[in-house]
């Protein structure tokens, strides 16, 4: 009778230690299921915010240049024409318009287009061009637009870098990426102060801007001769 008392306890306690040993196997098994789950949710994120860079279309533009922006951060680019080059300061405290001039240059977008509007004694606008590349560049991220980011402290002021836009039918005065202009009047252009962007500022190069100034151009003020030029990253 003690032999089989004895052969039952056991059977019993082996029985409470393998439903143990299968419960904590099972959880293991399930926290190792939550843990892959875990990771490839981490990944899929990861893989989200590490967008490459021909992701950019005209849906995600503040993001795109918000992640690129914290990768890109240079300020300072140089305009080369053969009147000479204009060295530009691009302001920090208006962040997607910079990251926006910088991946552009990066790009090499701007070397394929032209200055082609000089209004004398008021601004020199460029980033355009009747180039082929220059408009597949703009088709290929969906000619996007830049909400405003205007600041108090950044004013039309002579030398002034802002980006172009279109007047009708924009109540929300977005910026076009692509083109941009520079103040060319000494008294500045502030009756343009919170309707366009102003990004940047003419740091060096104002006597290239007055050679720029004086040339022929037509009816739209398109200039006669083409006005090529180059952009490229100083620091």
Request: hydrophobic residues 35%; proline residues 2%.
């Amino acid at each position: 009778m003690k032999i089989l008392i004895k052969l039952l306890l056991t059977t019993i306690i082996f029985s409470l230690y393998q439903c143990k040993a299968d419960a904590s196997t099972k959880k293991q098994s399930e926290e190792t299921v939550i843990q892959k789950k875990k990771d490839s949710i981490k990944k899929k994120l990861e893989k989200k915010v590490a967008k490459r860079w021909d992701s950019l279309n005209k849906d995600n533009v503040e993001a795109f240049f918000t992640e690129y922006g914290k990768k890109n951060k240079e300020t300072k680019v140089l305009i080369k024409t053969h009147f000479g080059n204009i060295k530009i300061r691009l302001y920090e405290d208006v962040p997607v318009h910079r990251a926006n001039f910088i991946f552009l240059t990066k790009i090499k977008y701007f070397n394929t287009t032209v200055i082609y509007r000089v209004a004398k004694n008021f601004v020199i606008q460029g980033g355009n061009s009747d180039e082929t590349y220059t408009h597949n560049q703009r088709r290929l991220y969906g000619n996007y637009l830049i909400k405003p980011e205007f600041r108090k402290n950044r004013k039309h002021k002579y030398g002034a870098l802002a980006a172009a836009r279109q007047w009708e039918k924009n109540p929300d005065k977005l910026s076009s990426p692509f083109e941009f202009y520079m103040v060319h009047s000494r008294k500045g252009a502030h009756h343009l102060n919170n309707e366009h962007t102003v990004f940047g500022e003419v740091i060096y190069g104002f006597s290239t801007l007055d050679k720029i100034s004086k040339v022929k151009v037509g009816v739209d003020e398109w200039p006669i001769d083409d006005i090529k030029m180059t952009i490229e990253i100083i620091e």
